[in-house]
Nanobody
Framework: QVQLVESGGGLVQPGGSLRLSCAVS????????MGWYRQAPGQQRILVAR???????DYTDSVKGRFTISRDNARKTMYLQMNSLNPEDTAVYYC???????????????WGQGTQVTVSS
C-alpha cells in the first residue's frame, strides 16, 4: 500500500516558521514528482510548491521567497520549509505524489491526509 503521511503542522504566530514533512512508503519514491497543496476554508485546493523527480522546483507566487520545497530520496521524505508565515497561509496542507503516464501505466496520484497550519496571534 502506498501511504503518504504529513507532519509538522501547528499553530504559529505571524512571522513564524514551520517545517512540514511528508513520509512516503510502499513505492519507489524517487520516480514521483512531489508537491504540497493547501486548502483554506471555503476555497479550492491549490498547488503551493512542487519538486520533480529530478529536483526541479516551482512555487505559487504568494509563497515565493518564503517557502522552500525539498526532497530526500534516501529517506523517502519531502519537506516544506515555511518562513515568514502570515494568516493567509492558514490552511490544511496536503502532500501529493504524482507520476505521469508512462509506457506501462497511466497517470497516478497519491494524497496524504493533510496537516493543519494555523497562523494567528
Amino acid at each position: 500500500q502506498v501511504q503518504l503521511v504529513e507532519s509538522g503542522g501547528g499553530l504559529v504566530q505571524p512571522g513564524g516558521s514551520l517545517r512540514l514533512s511528508c513520509a512516503v512508503s510502499g513505492t519507489i519514491f524517487s520516480t514521483y514528482d512531489m508537491g504540497w497543496y493547501r486548502q483554506a476554508p471555503g476555497q479550492q485546493r491549490i498547488l503551493v510548491a512542487r519538486v520533480t523527480s529530478n529536483g526541479i522546483t516551482d512555487y505559487t507566487d504568494s509563497v515565493k521567497g518564503r517557502f522552500t520545497i525539498s526532497r530526500d530520496n534516501a529517506r523517502k521524505t519531502m519537506y516544506l520549509q515555511m518562513n515568514s508565515l502570515n494568516p493567509e497561509d492558514t490552511a490544511v496542507y496536503y502532500c501529493n505524489a504524482h507520476r505521469g503516464a508512462s509506457s506501462w501505466n497511466g497517470p497516478t496520484d497519491y494524497w496524504g491526509q493533510g496537516t493543519q497550519v494555523t497562523v494567528s496571534s
